[in-house]
Structures are given as C-alpha cells and as structure tokens.
C-alpha cells in the first residue's frame, strides 16, 4: 500500500532535492519577510502595510543555536507511546539575508554533538511521522556535506 505524502503544514514549504525551500511571505511596503508565512498582515509594527507575497527563503544558513529534545513532547506531538523514546536534535539557523531564525529538527542520525554555533547548514525535505496511509512531511535541518 501507497502512503500519501501531506505536509505538516500547507504552504511552509515546496519542492524536492536541490529545489527544495522553506517558503515564507514578503511585505511589498518594507521588505519584512516573515516564517511562518503571514498571509494576513504587515506583522512589522513600523510598517503601514503592504502586499505579502511568497518568497522562497535561503536554503542555507548558520546555527544560531542547538538542543536535543530528551522528552516526548505532548499533544499535539504525534508518536507512539508504545516505542521507546528517541532524542533529536532541534537546531536554530540563522538565514542571514532574509534576518530570520527557523527553528527544525536536525536530519536522523545528526546529534548535538555533531553541531557547533556557526556551522552552515541547510533545509532538506524530512519525514515527521508516518501511519498506515499518510508520510507527514516537513523541513530538517543538514551540516553542508553531511551525506545522513
């Protein structure tokens, strides 16, 4: 049996690969980019407002700072209670043109130790949780070069 691959969340990110990007919104009036996309309003308070477009962001940044994730966190968290808990590193990336930090998980198999402030990274396509029927997809965060 198939599963169907959904996103996380609508519209946070698109593509595959080399084309993959973290997708945010743009104000038209002052340059503010936002992630999560704001669709609504101008969430800069100096600004008046303007036209929020979508804008693919930097697929590479710096880490601004780590953790891992030693707890199953709590609803609305999808896991299994009946397996184990396994830590995961969570990362903070700096995309640097866009003045933003994104918060996402590290890809399997990248530890804190294998993190350093600083380090570049970038956005890949990851797999959150699976069930029966659906892949729930979302961002991870890779060292540059990492090949896991």
């Known amino acids: 049996m198939s599963r169907t691959r959904t996103p996380v969340v609508a519209g946070w990110f698109t593509g595959e690969g080399e084309g993959f990007r973290l997708l945010g919104t743009r104000c038209s009036a002052c340059a503010s980019v936002f992630f999560p996309r704001e669709d609504a309003f101008c969430r800069n308070p100096g600004c008046a407002g303007g036209e ?84 729930w997809t979302t961002w991870q965060w890779r060292p540059t070069g990492a090949t896991a």
């Open 52 to 135: 929020l477009a979508e804008v693919p962001l930097s697929p590479r940044g710096r880490v601004w700072s780590y953790t891992d994730s030693r707890y199953r966190p709590p609803s609305p968290y999808v896991s299994d209670p009946e397996l184990s808990w396994e830590p995961y590193a969570l990362i903070a990336v700096e995309l640097e043109s866009e003045r933003l930090v994104v918060l996402g998980q590290a890809v399997p198999g990248i530890t804190v130790a294998d993190l350093a402030i600083g380090m570049e990274v970038e956005a890949v396509p990851g797999v959150l949780h699976e069930d029966e029927e659906t892949t």
